[in-house]
């Protein structure tokens, strides 16, 4: 019912920014809410930032004041831009959605913050 294609993902210097999508079909995108999650090496996964269907949005400490996370429901696409990038911020992030019955994940997309 529900797939979840991401992309965006690579490698950036200390300071730069990053812009990751991830594209939602065959499903009513517009009613679910959703999330970024990251996992690093040897790290357990952790939610980055999430937003309603209104655009009700939430962030980690870590990441706020750099990240946003946004959706486009008209596209089915949600994003996540990021700024001010830390080596710290090196993980494979993951899109996330929650229906009524049961999560959806995207395959996850390498983000690599390195001089």
């Known amino acids: 019912q529900v797939q979840l294609v991401e992309s965006g993902g690579g490698l950036v210097q200390p300071g730069g920014s990053l812009r990751l999508s991830c594209a939602a079909s065959g499903s009513i995108f517009s009613i679910y809410p959703m999330g970024w999650y990251r996992q690093a090496p040897g790290k357990q996964r952790e939610l980055v930032a999430d937003i309603t269907s209104g655009g009700n949005t939430n962030y980690a400490d870590s990441v706020k004041g750099r990240f946003t996370i946004s959706r486009d429901n008209a596209k089915k696409t949600m994003y996540l831009q990021m700024n001010s990038l830390k080596p710290e911020d090196t993980a494979v992030y993951y899109c996330?959605?929650?229906?009524?019955?049961?999560?959806?994940w995207g395959q996850g997309t390498q983000v690599t913050v390195s001089s």
């Open positions: 996330n959605l929650k229906s009524i019955y049961r999560e959806y």
